[in-house]
């Protein structure tokens, strides 16, 4: 129900944008988020966005990540600048949180995306 897309190769320093359409209204009053999970490591949020409230991102993408969302698109993006090849890593989105304490919790999530590579060089 979610397609996720706009990954790839980008050098240190670069641009990429990710967006994941929904088949439905998933997004509408819900939370959706990113999440990214590197080669070994475990699943980790990287940001949220509420309908009509806060957004929220992990410490290390602060002030180069910006999630947002076009509810009429059904659609969710998430611009990252100044990549880092610590970034690199497949990033889902998800849709549907069982609650603003569960947003760092993978299965608390009712929708997922298939995942879209992000690769940064060095």
């Known amino acids: 129900q979610l397609q996720a897309s706009g990954g790839g190769l980008v050098q240190a320093g670069g641009s990429l944008r990710l967006s994941c359409v929904a088949s439905?209204?998933?997004?509408?009053?819900?939370?959706g988020s990113w999440y990214r999970q590197a080669p070994g490591k475990r699943r980790e949020l990287v940001a949220v966005?509420?309908?009509?409230?806060?957004?929220e991102y992990e410490d290390s993408v602060k002030g180069r990540f910006t999630i947002s969302r076009d509810n009429a698109k059904n659609t969710l993006y998430l611009q990252m600048n100044s990549l880092k090849p610590e970034d690199t890593a497949v990033y889902y989105c998800?849709?549907?949180?069982?609650?603003?304490?569960?947003?760092?919790?993978?299965?608390?999530?009712?929708?997922w995306g298939q995942g879209t590579l992000v690769t940064v060089s060095s």
């Open positions: 966005t509420t309908s009509g409230g806060p957004t």
């Open positions: 998800a849709a549907q949180s069982a609650g603003a304490s569960y947003y760092s919790i993978p299965s608390k999530w009712g929708y």
């Open positions: 439905g209204s998933v997004f509408g009053v819900n939370a």
